[in-house]
């Protein structure tokens, strides 16, 4: 028997276990231990009754997996996984599970469905376009090996202190940013999952000049961002040096940096970074 059915009481080892096999071949390796799963559930907002599956014979074998939250002010579904299992693959079964979607979505309410893609998966960039979705940013995502064992160093003069992740002070730092985070990287989402990061607020002559977070098992990094009268003085290399020393992880990486709207690629690259994919951000306004 197979039927498609909203996802609520499905347990997270099951999607969990259904993310991972329909992703074993994907473009980006997906490492997703269970903890590692529930954490990006977390942070992106996944809501089971705003997401569907699609089950052959009572297992789960194509989902689309959405977060729904107000962003940009706007009542917003964010698709944070779509795939179907391998041996499942061209069936039509995405295009199914989406137009149910399409209904569920329109039946609450919402005013915008957003997705990020690969650029260069072309045949999701055109189903997507296919269903109404346009293109509104370009992202750039960078990666940093710790093992390169470059040092950032703190000048004289700038004091780094422990950022206390509140809504009220990440919206006050939000003056220094030259674009709008997206999604997984907004302040709702790591508000969402505040307990996986540590922040540091950098301070010259008493002035907040600068701030940064990280995940401390991970390494992403979701916001980082300097004061655009101190850029080229040190203050994002002292706190990029304060981010590497709070993770645990091997790596660094900062995703959806917007392309052409920010300082921060060229600066990350000069530190060491290096490119990896590149996405666009689509939405479909309902």
Known sequence: MEEIKILTGVPEEVLCEAFVEAFSDYQVKMDFPLWKFQGMLKRRGFNRDFSMG?????????????????????????????AVLPGYRNKGITSRVFKEVNELL??????????????????????????GFKVTRSFNCLNYNKEKGIIFKNREGINLKTLEITEE????????????????????????????????I?????????????????????????????????????????LKDHTDSKGMAMLNIEEGASYLEGFLISMGFESGVTQYEMILDK
């Open 169 to 200: 002070t990440l919206m006050a730092l939000s003056y220094f940013w030259d674009f709008y985070p997206s999604w997984q990287n907004s302040i709702a989402s790591v508000l969402a999952y505040k307990e996986a990061f540590q922040g540091v």
């Open 202 to 242: 950098a301070i010259e002559e008493g002035e907040i000049v600068g701030y940064g977070i990280i995940d401390t098992k991970t390494g992403d990094i979701p916001q980082l961002a300097v004061d655009k009268t101190k850029r080229g003085q040190g203050i994002g290399t002292a706190i990029l040096g304060y």
């Open 106 to 131: 329109k039946e609450k309410a919402v005013e915008v469905y957003l997705l990020e893609v690969i650029q260069s998966n072309t045949p999701a960039v055109e189903l997507y376009k296919k269903n």
């Open 54 to 82: 699609y089950f052959s014979e009572g297992k789960l074998v194509g989902f689309i997996f959405n977060g729904y939250r107000e962003y940009r002010g706007r009542k917003t579904v964010y698709d944070l996984g779509t």
